[in-house]
């Protein structure tokens, strides 16, 4: 499975991360993990110059209703930046740089603990 993802990223020019979870194996928390997991093989790649101080990552949030786009909104109102939000409406520059929040919020605590 990693040789397929390495493969089809350089096609693609983009990332593809394998999530180990052979037949899914396990309850729903253990393939929380496996994708938690995948996505450390993206935090911490990107640049983090641009970050404030008062900066924060959205964790588990699904934004199945449009929630997330409200939520940072609220943030950014009240003047702290929003790095990233994963994994709703999450984009992959965001992940790359969200080690570079002061902050991680998290929404729902069986999805992405283990990522904060």
């Not at 390495?6 to 309850?27: N, Y």
């Not at 003047?79 to 999450?90: A, F, H, K, L, N």
């Amino acid at each position: 499975m990693d040789a397929v993802c390495k493969r089809v990223s350089a096609e693609k020019g983009i990332p593809v991360l394998p999530v180990h979870s052979e037949g899914f194996k396990g309850t729903k928390k253990d393939g929380y993990k496996a994708a938690c997991e995948a996505l450390f093989n993206l935090v911490g790649t990107g640049a983090t110059e641009v970050i404030s101080p008062q900066s924060i990552n959205i964790l588990g949030e699904f934004n199945i209703g449009g929630e997330a786009w409200i939520i940072k909104d609220y943030y950014q109102k009240m003047g702290v930046q929003v790095v990233s939000v994963i994994t709703g409406d999450g984009r992959v520059a965001d992940v790359k740089r969200s080690h570079g929040a002061a902050l991680n919020v998290v929404q729902c605590p069986g999805s992405m603990t283990y990522l904060a």
